[in-house]
């Protein structure tokens, strides 16, 4: 990460956003599809709603597809293409490196769920995120 806020810092929106998006590319996502924005977007959501990850579905991907202007099916495929193309992808920045454990592609919501832990632990050693 590139942006480590001191004790009880605010992080704009705009930065949370840049800082996921960075940490996507790093991960090997690719930028020009639609899955990237959709993960960076469920990814914001997850942080001023972590519940919504048990409910992927239900609640988190109708939000997405809602501020996309598109259908809920479309988010959700959209992010399994891109785990999928990021997966496939070796070298320095694949999914591989994140996911070492796992014998085959991560699911949506294993990557969304470690992407939410990582980047809400990175921006806030203390546990406590401030967003204005």
Known sequence: MYLLPTQNSTVT?????TEIEWELFRMGFHPD??????I???????????AMIYS???TLYPEVAKKSN????VVERSIRLSIEIAWEKSGEHSLHNYFSHYPDKPT???VLAFLYM?????LNPNRRLFIT
């Open 13 to 17: 929106k705009e930065q949370l956003r």
């Open 33 to 38: 599809l639609k899955g990237f924005c959709y």
């Open 40 to 50: 960076r977007d469920a990814v914001i959501m997850l942080i001023d709603d972590s």
């Open 56 to 58: 992927i579905t239900k």
């Open 70 to 73: 598109t259908k809920t099916t």
């Open 108 to 110: 949506n919501r294993t």
């Open 118 to 122: 990582y980047i809400n632990s990175e």
